[in-house]
Nanobody, 131 residues
Framework: QVQVVESGGGLVQTGGSLSVSCMVS????????VAWFRQAPGKGREGIAC??????????YYARFVKGRFTISRDNAKNTVYLQIDTLKPDDTAVYYCVREELCSVWGGNYFLDLRPDDVWGQGTQVTVSS
């Protein structure tokens, strides 16, 4: 059974940076895309970024709102995907989840969240940005 475990969240001041990690179990990790999404209190899920599988060179996709503050990367040797968040704002306060996906959902070059029945996601990691 595939397990997804997020880590690295915490309390950060406005303007700071944070890197959250996602470890996905299983020997076929490199064959899947992995995405990050978040959910703030009282709000819906919001897709952030996705990195494709490594059947060829991995490709990264970002949601339209990202504007360069988020960077997704993967280390297949560690079965881990990272999300670097820079210039944090109080509006970034949310639970951050990663999800193993067959394919990244992309429209007009931008990533959008489209959870499917076979997707697997974890319990999330809390990121809190103080003003």
């Amino acid at each position: 059974q595939v397990q997804v475990v997020e880590s690295g969240g915490g309390l950060v001041q406005t303007g700071g940076s944070l890197s959250v990690s996602c470890m996905v179990s299983g020997r076929t990790f490199s064959s899947y895309g992995v995405a990050w999404f978040r959910q703030a209190p009282g709000k819906g899920r919001e897709g952030i970024a996705c990195i494709s599988n490594n059947d060829g060179p991995a490709t990264t996709y970002y949601a339209r709102f990202v504007k360069g503050r988020f960077t997704i990367s993967r280390d297949n040797a560690k079965n881990t995907v990272y999300l670097q968040i820079d210039t944090l704002k109080p509006d970034d306060t949310a639970v951050y989840y990663c999800v193993r996906e067959e394919l990244c959902s992309v429209w007009g070059g931008n990533y959008f969240l489209d959870l499917r029945p076979d997707d697997v996601w974890g319990q999330g990691t809390q990121v809190t940005v103080s003003s």
